[in-house]
């Protein structure tokens, strides 16, 4: 894994910048498998990850919210049977913040624990 999951978020104010284009793909390069989308005019990280069943699922939703919860930085988690879509963005902002991809890349660590492979 790269040098984000590493990282800590920053606490954010509703004047904090958004990512720019250029620094979207550079910190990208680390959070490969997700998808850039915008919803509402508001852009966001989104990944889907799969398992062999809901239980697993679900115990890996539960770790992501753990982690939000300290970070103090929370996604939008869709749990459904074999598979968990994890939805980063910056809420204050309404837009994508560096603690996005943080987040993003510290996601894909717990993945890689749970035993998920892209």
Known sequence: MGTLSAERCVACRRDSPRVTEA???ELGREVSGRQLLE???????????????FAEAL????????????????PVL???WGRVTVTWWTHKIRGLHRNDFIMAARTDVLAAESGHHA
């Open 78 to 80: 869709l749990t459904e």
């Open 39 to 53: 919803r509402n005019n508001i852009a966001r990280l989104e990944r889907v990850f799969h398992f062999p069943n």
């Open 23 to 25: 620094e979207i793909a």
């Open 59 to 74: 115990a890996f939703a539960s770790r992501v919210g753990a982690l939000a919860e300290a970070e103090g930085h929370h």
